[in-house]
């Protein structure tokens, strides 16, 4: 036993008031918690997305490097059949 009352043993209105408001509280952050994973799901396929995003430029990148090279030797060539 106590020593000291709880105020709801006085005022039964007040625990009830409390118990209804934490659960309100637990449920909402329950639903937000849900929220935040539903989030961090979709951010992790977004970021998926953006790192294959990221491997195509690359790629591209690489491609057109080899191009260009290409059409510098292909320019250079020019030149020479232009001059001899």
């Known amino acids: 036993?106590?020593?000291v009352p709880h105020l709801c043993e006085f005022?039964?209105?007040i625990c009830l008031?409390?118990?209804e408001k934490s659960r309100k509280n637990l449920?909402?952050?329950k639903k937000n918690l849900n929220q935040v994973k539903k989030n961090l799901s979709q951010g992790k396929k977004n970021l998926s997305?953006?790192?294959k995003n990221l491997s195509?430029?690359?790629k591209n990148?690489?491609?057109v490097n080899k191009n260009l090279s290409q059409g510098k030797k292909n320019?250079?060539?020019v030149k020479k059949n232009l001059s001899g």
């Open 1 to 3: 036993m106590r020593a």
């Open 11 to 13: 005022y039964t209105g």
């Open 17 to 19: 008031k409390t118990e």
């Open 27 to 29: 449920s909402q952050g």
């Open 49 to 51: 997305q953006v790192n």
């Open 56 to 58: 195509q430029g690359k």
């Open 61 to 63: 990148l690489s491609q």
């Open 75 to 77: 320019l250079s060539q």
